[in-house]
């Protein structure tokens, strides 16, 4: 339970003064992310946030179920979307569940897709390209594509499909269970049209 005191939250007797209004506030889920560390410790309160650790917290048992982190996205169990959360921890991208680390650390990590409970795939760059990886598996499925774009199987739209970049503003539709470019390539002013039109990634295919 969530009671409100002078700006700080109390949950089971434990009270913090720093904490994101997600997941429980919002009746979401039973969760909710927040900080012990006292904000008189820091020179203000917006230098205490990007500063102390963060852990997710049950609101039913007071009781903290997830290590500290630099950082924890609401997406995905906080918001009630999945299993999982990804957290930052000394400039690097993990994601977590509540049984432990599900992914190695990588440079970025983007929330839609497996995090949001979209699909089993999320895209992540471990230098400074992207490529698409399964969360049950942690198989990589794609090569390294200077794009991340959130559609096609990454969103649940298809079971197969992305569209892929390896440059020059070129885009082009890759099959992650044939690892190969399964389309003609097009530009990105055709590829913003598409999105804009809310086509599906199979109806773009059709129609190249």
Do not use: C
């Amino acid at each position: 339970m969530i009671k409100y005191d002078n700006g700080k939250v109390v949950v089971n007797n434990r009270v913090f003064e720093l904490f994101l209004k997600e997941g429980a506030f919002k009746k979401e889920s039973n969760y909710i992310i927040a900080s012990e560390e006292k904000i008189e410790d820091f020179p203000s309160k917006i230098i205490a946030m990007q500063k102390v650790k963060w852990a997710i917290y049950n609101i039913n048992t007071g009781e903290r179920i997830s290590d500290f982190f630099d950082w924890i996205a609401p997406q995905g169990l906080v918001k009630g979307q999945s299993q999982y959360f990804r957290a930052t921890k000394d400039k690097k991208d993990a994601v977590f569940s509540l049984q432990g680390q599900k992914t190695k650390w990588f440079r970025k990590i983007r929330e839609r897709g497996a995090i949001t409970g979209e699909s089993k795939y999320f895209w992540a760059k471990e230098e400074k390209h992207y490529s698409l990886y399964n969360i049950e598996t942690g198989e990589k499925l794609t090569p390294e594509f200077k794009s991340s774009v959130l559609a096609g199987a990454v969103v649940g739209d298809t079971e197969n499909l992305v569209y892929g970049s390896f440059g020059n503003d070129i885009f082009f539709v890759y099959d992650i269970e044939i690892k190969k470019v399964v389309s003609k390539e097009f530009e990105e002013e055709d590829l913003v049209k598409f999105l804009k039109k809310g086509l599906s990634i199979q109806e773009v295919m059709n129609n190249l």
